[in-house]
Antibody
């Protein structure tokens, strides 16, 4: 079965950096777009970034462009999010999410359990 | 960017009630809309994709429909397990945008 497990969430000081990882299993990782979606405490969902199966196509939300970098390792079946210049507005649970991209289906289907990022001095 | 306006923001209903949640897109998104349910402390769960396709394993009391840029999630007969928050998502174009969410409480 599909499993997505995030790690790397932590407390970081404003202006600091953090790298999130997501270990994928149960499907052919390189066949799928992967995405990070975040949710600030008590707030709604916000799409952050997506990367194509081969890593050649990448999209970012304006709120993180220039500060966050999404990447993947298809040998290790892993997705990453490098987050720099973190501010209070980046504090959230970050979800690793699989995105379908074939046969007329392009939605997000499987979600990980989330990694908590806290930004505080 | 496409904007998604979801209503209502909160909803209180009784077991057995028919419940409707609406999302309106600021421009055409064809049928590229999904609905998710989220329980407290848990990841969202896919209910509906392509506006009206039911995800496997989701109870048939959930349904989705579309009329132009207005999309509706309907729960035909509310069950106690249906409490939580519901979000629509447009995935027609980047950036992908979620609705603001609807918190559904069971009376």
């Amino acid at each position: 079965q599909v499993e997505l497990v995030e790690s790397g969430g932590n407390l970081v000081t404003p202006g600091g950096s953090l790298r999130l990882s997501c270990a994928a299993s149960g499907f052919t990782f390189s066949d799928y777009y992967m995405t990070w979606i975040r949710q600030a405490p008590g707030k709604g969902l916000e799409w952050v970034s997506s990367i194509s199966g081969n890593g050649n196509t990448i999209y970012y939300a304006d709120s993180v462009k220039g500060r966050f970098t999404i990447s993947r390792d298809n040998v290790k079946n892993s997705l990453y999010l490098q987050m720099n210049s973190l501010g209070a507005e980046d504090a959230a649970v970050y979800y690793c999410v699989r995105k379908l991209a074939a046969a007329g289906n392009y939605h997000f289907d499987y979600w990980g359990q989330g990694a908590l990022v806290t930004v505080s001095s | 960017d496409i904007q998604m306006t979801q209503s209502p923001s909160t909803l209180s209903a009784s077991v057995g009630d028919r419940v409707t949640i609406t999302c309106r897109a600021s421009q055409s998104i064809s049928s590229w809309l999904a609905w998710y349910q989220q329980k407290p402390g848990k990841a969202p769960k896919l209910l509906i994709y392509k506006a009206s396709s039911l995800e496997g394993g989701v109870p048939s009391r959930f349904s989705g429909s579309a009329s132009g840029t207005e999309f509706t999630l309907t729960i035909s007969s509310l069950q106690p397990d249906d409490f939580g928050s519901y979000y629509c998502l447009q995935y027609s174009t980047n950036p992908y945008i979620f609705g603001q969410g609807t918190k559904l409480e069971i009376k």
